[in-house]
């Protein structure tokens, strides 16, 4: 790459990538990365403050390239909600295996911990912005104050489900990771069954019936 070539976000999260998988570590310093990837540092500071920001730019960045993907399909915009998230993780663990080797690198580690979910954070903000808009139907119940806390119940426990699935992808060892695809459908279908609001509000029609007809009788 020239220094007269025209470097984008993009351009200089792969060269990031390619550099910390040849080397085992990341650059020592930015302007050392600059100059092995032959352009000007300060191109890299139009887009980046440190190369923290950086690696967690680079899972926001499977995170866009996955709404990307989606948006442009027809066929997702008729699905429901569960059926758009079940679309949503198998998309974007397209996009991690095809990254495969430095997801390992970043999160397979357990030397740090604490690290990986720092790189992790663009990507949490994405996601729960994204769950939110997928208006998973939940009960109605007629509180502001405790409609808040049910809400942010399902973002948080959709990122922990996440996270499960993350975990478990990269401890799969099977064929194509074929074992995540099942893990993914039934987890996915096992959250909607749990938050499925028909039965619930079933009970709670009986309930209202009982109540009236013993009002009624008495």
Request: proline content about 2%.
């Amino acid at each position: 790459m020239g220094k007269k070539d025209t470097i984008t976000a993009n351009d200089i999260i792969s060269c990031y990538m390619e550099y910390v998988l040849e080397n085992e570590q990341p650059p020592k310093s930015v302007f050392s990365f600059a100059k092995h990837h032959d352009f000007n540092e300060a191109e890299f500071y139009k887009y980046f403050a440190s190369f923290e920001v950086l690696e967690k730019s680079i899972f926001k960045a499977f995170f866009d390239n996955t709404h990307a993907v989606l948006e442009k399909s027809e066929e997702y915009e008729t699905f429901d909600s569960r059926n758009k998230l079940l679309t949503f993780y198998y998309t974007f663990f397209e996009n991690l295996t095809a990254n495969r080797s430095y997801v390992v690198y970043a999160l397979g580690s357990a030397k740090d911990r604490l690290k990986s979910l720092k790189s992790l954070s663009e990507l949490r903000k994405s996601f729960l912005g994204y769950i939110e808009t997928l208006q998973i139907e939940t009960i109605d119940l007629k509180n502001e104050r405790f409609e808040k806390i049910q809400d942010k119940g399902i973002k948080e426990t959709a990122w922990f489900q996440l996270m499960l699935t993350l975990k478990f992808w990269l401890d799969d060892t099977s064929p194509s990771f074929e074992k995540t695809d099942v893990f993914i459908e039934k987890s996915i279908n096992t959250g909607f069954d749990i938050i499925d609001t028909a039965p619930i509000k079933s009970i709670i029609d009986l309930g209202k019936f009982i109540y009236k007809e013993k009002i009624h009788m008495n």
